[in-house]
């Protein structure tokens, strides 16, 4: 074993691990059979996402072309991060941000704006964009009805030109194919996930992690990482489907760099996670080792 291993196995591996189990005790978070998922409390987002859906689909469907399906989905991100170097503290952050993706299917289930022409498969969606982290209904079904707005108008164009292209096969089994399929709606609200971390504690440990590689003569630099982030997905969609669900994802994450004797470069990078299913099921820390 080197001696990085043999440093990071020897010192710091039983604190952390002892700092994990601490951090994380399984007990709090199991909850019932493993599978059987929690039901949660509808967030207002759904309630602002299926407004808007109703009324956007009742304008867009009524258009040239009409828009048959639209779905929303929004991903609500929390994230905490630690960092030190060296014995000294990098950066201390927290931040909150929302994306919304729109998908606008114009035409018919059979031929739609997505249909393939010729060789070319036609665009379907964008990358989406940042909406308020507000639950504000308003603000947040305004937010929608923009991308919305431009998603239809995007989708619309394709249609209009798969329709007047004399690619467009209908003669082949790929053409009679349809260009969408029509699924049952399904509906599962589970709980939302978030977390609450004072960072402070966790100050102290990355600048105690740190220190300990900076006392080692084979150590030249060190950097440790913890976050932690929690998600919410949300959708809906004009066939029916709603769906909640949230997860809780904590990582410490350590880079160690020395130098061997002939002065070749060596690294080690090292990282614990852990998954909470808001469901009320909770996995075990996992542990995983990378080398350079």
Not at 184 to 212: C, G, M, N
Not at 225 to 230: D, R
Request: aromatic share 8%.
């Amino acid at each position: 074993m080197h001696k990085l291993n043999r440093f990071f196995a020897a010192l710091l591996l039983p604190a952390i691990v002892m700092a994990l189990a601490a951090t994380f005790h399984p007990a709090a978070t199991v909850a019932g059979p493993p599978d059987t998922p929690a039901v949660g409390k509808p967030s207002p987002l759904i309630a602002a996402m299926q407004t808007e859906l109703d009324r956007s689909f009742k304008v867009l469907g009524g258009q040239e072309p009409p828009a048959y399906f639209i779905g929303y989905t929004i991903t609500n991100t929390q994230r905490a991060e630690v960092s030190g170097s060296n014995g000294a503290l990098l950066s201390s952050s927290e931040a909150r941000n929302r994306w919304l993706q729109v998908s606008v299917r114009t035409g018919t289930y059979t031929l739609d704006n997505t249909h393939k022409v010729g060789e070319r498969q036609m665009p379907s969606g964008g990358p989406g964009t940042a909406i308020p982290v507000d639950n504000d209904e308003e603000i947040v079904r305004r937010a929608i009805w923009l991308e919305t707005d431009d998603q239809y108008r995007a989708a619309a164009e394709s249609l209009i030109k798969i329709r007047s292209s004399k690619e467009v096969k209908a003669d082949t089994l790929e053409g009679r194919a349809p260009d969408f399929s029509h699924e049952q709606p399904h509906k599962s609200i589970e709980p939302e996930a978030s977390f609450t971390l004072d960072r402070k504690p966790w100050e102290e440990k990355v600048r105690a992690y740190t220190k300990a590689f900076r006392e080692s003569p084979d150590i030249l630099n060190s950097i440790v990482t913890f976050s932690a982030l929690a998600q919410n997905a949300y959708l809906v969609n004009t066939e029916g489907t709603q769906l909640q669900h949230g997860q809780t994802r904590y990582r410490l994450e350590l880079f160690i760099q020395g130098k061997a004797t002939d002065g070749m470069n060596i690294e080690r990078y090292y990282n614990f996670d852990w998954v909470r299913e808001e469901s009320g099921r909770a996995d075990p820390a996992g542990f995983s080792e990378h080398c350079g």
